[in-house]
């Protein structure tokens, strides 16, 4: 034998025990994967054909799965896939198995990612040997000879994990699998374990509309993980995210923390938080933050070096929705500046308000000083009256519009609707203010054109709609201008409604652009009385449009400045006619004579009790005094039923307030003191405080400061 032959043997020699230990390592690596396997086989998806039994070994026997499914062989891979399922897959993942088995599933995802890994574990049921977890695994490839797509499969038991991986009843694991899958999808958009060391993200869990958008991509290695999810944002955060989840960083950044997480804004108008939670593989959930242990386990990502097994590797990712959270979070941060808006804006109405109820109580004491100064020259104290009264006007006025505003918002303001000639109405608005603007000598004048003349509405309201805004263009208006007012019906869109539009034109001053949009708010003025020279609160056009929205209207305004301003309010009004009309008995308060009347006034302030004793005493009454709710009780309890004919009840009074004395003096025993008329005379004006006095059992109401019109019908009321 040459030298040459025995270097050929040597060399076969050679080659054969590497065979030999290839064979020997293919076959322990072959064991490792199979060691529980129940069947391996391989299906050729190009041709689409089973040909051969799969024989699947169980603890009960070994079963052909062609014969157990009633399938003859050969048969369509799809034909044997369906039958197996309806027959033995537990049902919860038996459409899921036909379709990922599927002849057309396979191509088509062949197709699009090229070579896979087609892994899944499932439930099996049967009556032959009972329910078990398998594990199904197959890589799907061509066969590089025949070029036919190839799909070599493993199926094992993984049972018995499934039993220890829960308290749960094995058999009841995919339920509570699908549970929890459920549950986080309320919470996530996306669940995704990244696998670095394969380069694999596996979505665990995702909504319906990004699955669809996912199964659409397919993402395949983490950097088409992190491209497709780039896809979803917005373009001014895409550079952000991408540093966000910068791959080479993360063992520095989690060093620090926990974990990590940024938001981000979608295309589709969502708010989106994304984390970072790194797991060990060994370990679970990272437990605390310590810098040389997150850097030794990213050594190997970082390298290149896949060897390291203590290497971090993994990492869950996770995207919520956080839309309805931010949006919460913004309407608070609204409310707050709301809430600091108002504040500044009180403050603000507070320091104007300083200066303009000191002008009329400066006017007030300051004439009241000059008429003691001047007693016996009657001109002048004429005068100095006059001023006096019109100051007091104003101050009232300040305060009216507070508490005005104060009823309005507290939601105690209702309609309260009757017939009204609207021909009148307009006349009464017009008469009080013509001798003013005459006065100021302002051309003001006016046009109706209606046809329907009665109509139900709320006088007093309409009226104080209608007087804010005139008296604005009285106020703002100079000598030699104009106010105009026109009234006219327009054709309404409600049955039996007429639709009344009313437009005020002035020559005024006018209003800034700017300011316009803050005309109807609360305590707004552009400019103050020191600048303007007109006093007031910048309650009178948030009053106003409070009003028109209560009735159901609207009001606009227009405005330039050193032109003037248009306001038109449009209002609906019930239709009515004149036999509806209710037309009052006008007494005559000269003529009103009370001799002989006596009344019983519960007022606890010496000044008050004095001012209204001097006026009621005027008429002709008697007038005795009780300085609190306990004291009236006692008057009227020792005197003869009859002896008084009126109680004029004060409500704020020490030991007893006026609430607590009507109830008392009703339940007298004797009906002719029960049954007295008793009518509050208080400072407390809101709606509410009127029908609190009505329930308390009293039968009216006035409001102080006293209005004599309307003293002199309360008292023409009980006492004629």
Known sequence: MSDNQTDQIKQLQEELAAAKKELARARDFHKAFTWNSLAEFTWDYTTGIVEEEIYVQTPHGRYGVAQMSGVTLPAPIDELVCAFADKYVHADWANWYKTNFSVKFVRANYEEVGPYNLAFERKLISEDFGAL???????????????????PFVMSDCTNRYRLVAPLEYHDMDTARVALLAALKQVFLVVAH?????????VLSATDSVSTYMLEKKPVTVEDMRGLLMGML???????????????????RLSREMMLAEEFGTVTGLRVRASIIPVDTNYGLKEQANARYYDERFTDYNNNNNNNKDSFNDFIFTVADVTEERLREQQLEEARHDA?????????FLFNMSHD?????????????????????KGRLEDYLGK???????LLELINNVLEMARIESGAMALDEAVWDSYEMNNSIFDVLDEQMKAKNIRFDRSIDIQNQYVYCDSLKLREIFMNVLSNAYKYTLSGGSVHMDLKELPSDREGYALYETTITDTGIGMSEEYLPHIFEEFSRETSSTESGVQGTGLGLPIVKRLVDLMGGSITVESKLGEGTTFTILLYHRISSKDALEVPDVANHDSMNFRGKRILLAEDNELNAEIATEILEETGASVERAADGIEAVDMLAKAKAGYYNLILMDIQMPNLDGYGATKRIRAFEDVGKAEIPIVAMTANAFEEDKRDAL???????LAKPIDMDKLMETLGTYLV
């Open 234 to 252: 917005v373009e001014e955060d895409r550079p952000r995210y991408l540093e966000f989840t910068e791959l080479s960083t993360l063992p520095e």
């Open 194 to 202: 990244v696998d670095l060391k394969n380069d694999t993200p596996n």
């Open 695 to 701: 329930d308390a059992g009293m039968d009216g109401h």
């Open 133 to 151: 977890y398998a594990r199904f695994q197959a890589l799907v490839t061509k066969d590089p000879e025949t070029g036919h797509l190839m799909a």
């Open 340 to 348: 600091q808006a108002a504040n500044d804006a009180k403050t603000k």
């Open 388 to 394: 006096i009264r019109s100051s007091g006007d104003l």
């Open 357 to 377: 109820i000191r002008t009329p109580m400066n006017a007030i004491i300051g004439y009241t000083g000059l008429m003691e100064k001047h007693i016996d020259d």
